[in-house]
């Protein structure tokens, strides 16, 4: 029994862990009322940063950082266009989701004729017991981490605060632009770490496909967990079971094969058709802000 529990165990552990960072990113953004649709683009760019500094380097602990600062930046983007020119945030989003993508496939087309080549796997990242990788237990970390900024902190409820009433929250001294500015950079760089992982310990290169969708599905998992970092890390493991049950019964004859390779995604489409409506977001989720406005 045990043989047969403990690889899909670690296959899910594996797979959420992308989604994880990602979805935290977006309970960051999106709890300081930015919503940040562009995770795709931003976990794609990661990637394609991370696989080529480890590729240079050998050191996958540098590409690593140099994914979450890369989507730092993007996600800098992000903030300008939506914090300081108070543009619509699902569009700027949504532009960061073709940006991302169409600059990471241009470069890596110029750098590696399509994709990053595939380094020694002593240059991936670390593994632990039960060859789970060293991220999955960061991930651990970083969900904790959040739950404690946000439940214990004054940090923390001045980011709920402000996803709530940022004008409320002005008159009581807050700086609205500084925090929603540190809330979606830090977003990106989650996001970043997320898209990074899957070059560096999933698939240990990037393709234009290395993320598929998985932006889409961590923002799902940010709704179904109720914007909070406990609820998307959950989430986020149930999307990855869904995804390790597809790898673990792929050559099963009894079940269709193109049916486990849609089931994540299917599994999306319902949590979303059928959680949605039970989700509250925060009052101030994707409102911009103008100081002296209402």
Same mark, same amino acid.
């Given at each position: 029994m045990l043989d047969f529990l403990i690889p899909i165990l670690t296959t899910t552990f594996m797979y959420s862990t992308p989604l994880i960072f990602a979805a935290l990113g977006g309970v960051i953004s999106e709890r300081s009322g930015v919503i940040n649709i562009g995770i795709e683009g931003i976990m794609t760019m990661g990637a394609f940063v991370a696989a080529s500094i480890a590729y240079y380097t050998s050191n996958p602990w540098l590409g690593?950082?140099?994914?979450?600062?890369?989507?730092?930046?993007?996600?800098?983007?992000? /903030?300008?266009?939506?914090?300081?020119?108070?543009?619509?945030?699902? #569009?700027?989003? #949504?532009?960061?989701?073709?940006?991302?993508?169409?600059?990471?496939v241009f470069l890596c087309k110029i750098f590696f004729n399509g994709q990053t080549k595939t380094y020694p796997i002593h240059n991936k990242l670390p593994k632990i017991f039960y060859n789970l990788d060293i991220t999955v237990?960061?991930?651990?970390?970083?969900?904790?981490?959040?739950?404690?900024?946000?439940?214990?902190?004054?940090?923390?409820?001045?980011?709920?605060?402000?996803?709530?009433?940022?004008?409320? /929250?002005?008159?009581?001294?807050?700086?609205?632009?500084?925090?929603?500015?540190?809330?979606?950079?830090?977003?990106?760089?989650?996001?970043?770490?997320?898209?990074?992982?899957?070059?560096?310990?999933?698939?240990?290169?990037?393709?234009?496909?290395?993320?598929?969708?998985?932006?889409?599905?961590?923002?799902?998992?940010?709704?179904?967990?109720?914007?909070?970092?406990?609820?998307?890390?959950?989430?986020?493991?149930?999307? /990855?079971?869904a995804q390790a049950l597809a790898v673990t019964f792929g050559g099963a004859d009894f079940i269709p094969s193109e049916f486990l390779n849609m089931l994540p995604y299917v599994l999306t489409i319902f949590i979303l058709v059928f959680f949605v409506g039970k989700s509250s977001a925060p009052k101030a989720n994707g409102k911009p802000y103008v100081k002296g406005e209402r």
């Open positions: 690593l950082l140099a994914g979450g600062i890369v989507g730092s930046l993007v996600a800098l983007l992000h /903030a300008l266009a939506s914090i300081t020119f108070a543009a619509d945030q699902t #569009i700027s989003g #949504i532009a960061l989701n073709f940006i991302g993508p169409g600059l990471a237990v960061l991930a651990v970390i970083t969900a904790a981490v959040l739950y404690f900024i946000f439940k214990k902190t004054k940090l923390g409820l001045r980011i709920k605060a402000i996803g709530e009433n940022p004008y409320a /929250a002005d008159s009581l001294g807050i700086n609205v632009y500084k925090t929603r500015y540190l809330c979606v950079i830090a977003s990106g760089a989650l996001a970043g770490i997320g898209g990074s992982v899957t070059t560096l310990s999933v698939i240990s290169q990037f393709s234009p496909s290395a993320i598929s969708g998985q932006g889409f599905i961590a923002l799902a998992a940010v709704i179904f967990g109720k914007w909070t970092s406990l609820g998307a890390y959950f989430s986020c493991l149930l999307f /990855a079971f």
